[in-house]
């Protein structure tokens, strides 16, 4: 009786196993590039178990938080004043707002 639940129990580990090495980096990394305001591409390297982890620490450790221009609609860095694209001058006004929407997104 007890080699019917032997399989079963290591088919759970090994799901477990999986579900810990893979679908959790890229959950992680999924929620940190939406909090800093990047491409959720990124977790496309979480094809593989090892890459989604790192790309999970690049998305949380490696990058700036980013913002949109108001004229252009491009992703620029969180406390730039002049977007790169087109030139604006952006308001120390909207960049208190987007370094506190950042902080609000980031609890």
């Known amino acids: 009786m007890e080699n019917q639940y032997d399989g079963v129990i290591a088919f759970a580990i090994v799901v477990l196993v999986l579900i810990i090495l893979w679908v959790i980096p890229i959950w992680f990394g999924l929620k940190w590039a939406k909090i800093k305001g990047v491409s959720k591409l990124w977790m496309l390297f979480g094809i593989h178990p090892m890459t989604g982890w790192i790309a999970y ?7 700036d ?5 108001e004229k252009c609609k491009e992703s620029i860095k969180l406390q730039a004043q002049i977007c790169r694209y087109c030139g604006n001058q952006m308001s120390q006004e909207a960049i208190n707002r987007a370094i506190e929407h950042y902080n609000t997104r980031k609890k």
């Open 65 to 69: 938080p980013k913002k949109q221009c």
């Open 57 to 63: 620490l690049v998305l949380r450790f490696g990058i």
